[in-house]
């Protein structure tokens, strides 16, 4: 008997329910996101970062997206929990419990602009939660995808898992690159400012982490509603 075939019709519904749930939390974060670009186009995109979102007239909305991110891991983390059973599958699950919990404590917690040093606790924590996702989310992606591989049940879709894994990667390394590229291209540009063009490439960044966790949960509700069925 295969691993998802011993859970109860009960836990796997409610498995289907969460990653469904992943899927609309995600799908509405990257809706928002490109609904503050019209809403607040005062932050130029091209190097503001989307936590600025949170300091302009539509802030409410940032904070909602935020919510709803660490909603989409949280939930996804739900839904895969009986599928995590090897050693770096279980790493990865409580990985993916810190990342939704710093998601959460991003839309608490309000940045200042990328342009104020003033000192803040807000800011700070802020900071602080948005280096956690930033940098370990392709940690904690890498770890669910191979512990996935490893189940038969997902052996159809070892591939997919890979490439979008890999897209992950790819999104962190498009950051950044574009900060080393844009202090290559002008030595004077600083740490941040309208000649560190991070805007597009921490946009991208985002978008992609958001991808992964919906193709994973539409991947679940299928292999679920799979089972469900051969079990009827």
């Given at each position: 008997?295969?691993?998802?075939?011993?859970?109860?019709?009960?836990?796997?519904?409610?498995?289907?329910?969460?990653?469904?749930?992943?899927?609309?939390?995600?799908s509405?974060?990257?809706?928002?996101l490109?609904?503050?670009?019209?809403?607040?186009?005062?932050?130029?995109?091209?190097?503001r970062?989307?936590?600025?979102?949170?300091?302009?007239?539509?802030?409410?909305?940032?904070?909602?997206?935020?919510?709803?991110?660490?909603?989409?891991?949280?939930?996804?983390?739900?839904a895969?929990?009986?599928?995590?059973?090897?050693?770096?599958?279980?790493?990865?699950?409580?990985?993916?419990?810190?990342?939704g919990?710093?998601l959460?404590?991003?839309?608490?917690?309000?940045?200042?602009?990328?342009?104020?040093?003033?000192v803040s606790?807000?800011?700070?924590l802020?900071?602080?939660c948005?280096?956690?996702?930033?940098?370990?989310?392709?940690?904690?992606?890498?770890?669910?995808?191979r512990?996935?591989?490893?189940?038969?049940?997902?052996?159809?879709?070892?591939r997919?898992?890979?490439?979008?894994?890999?897209?992950?990667?790819?999104?962190?390394?498009?950051?950044f690159?574009?900060?080393?590229?844009?202090?290559?291209i002008?030595?004077?540009?600083?740490?941040?400012?309208?000649?560190?063009?991070?805007?597009?490439?921490?946009?991208?960044?985002?978008?992609?982490?958001?991808?992964?966790?919906?193709?994973?949960?539409?991947?679940?509700?299928?292999?679920?509603?799979?089972?469900?069925?051969?079990?009827?």
């Open positions: 008997m295969n691993q998802s075939s011993t859970l109860s019709h009960t836990l796997a519904g409610r498995s289907r329910t969460a990653a469904l749930a992943a899927v609309v939390f995600s509405a974060f990257i809706v928002i490109i609904l503050l670009h019209f809403l607040e186009p005062e932050f130029d995109p091209s190097w970062m989307i936590s600025e979102y949170e300091i302009g007239r539509y802030g409410w909305l940032m904070v909602l997206a935020f919510f709803c991110w660490g909603g989409s891991v949280l939930s996804l983390l739900a895969l929990w009986p599928f995590l059973r090897t050693i770096g599958g279980k790493i990865g699950r409580w990985w993916l419990l810190l990342i919990v710093a959460f404590g991003a839309g608490i917690f309000k940045t200042n602009a990328i342009t104020d040093t003033t606790t807000a800011n700070t802020h900071t602080l948005g280096v956690l996702v930033i940098l370990t989310f392709p940690i904690a992606a890498t770890l669910t995808a512990s996935l591989a490893r189940n038969e049940e997902w052996a159809g879709t070892r997919q898992l890979l490439w979008i894994t890999l897209l992950v990667w790819l999104g962190l390394i498009a950051y690159g574009s900060i080393i590229i844009s202090n290559s002008n030595p004077t540009a600083g740490r941040v400012g309208p000649h560190v063009l991070q805007g597009w490439p921490n946009r991208f960044m985002v978008v992609v982490y958001n991808i992964w966790l919906i193709l994973a949960a539409l991947r679940t509700r299928q292999i679920l509603g799979s089972n469900r069925a051969e079990m009827l």
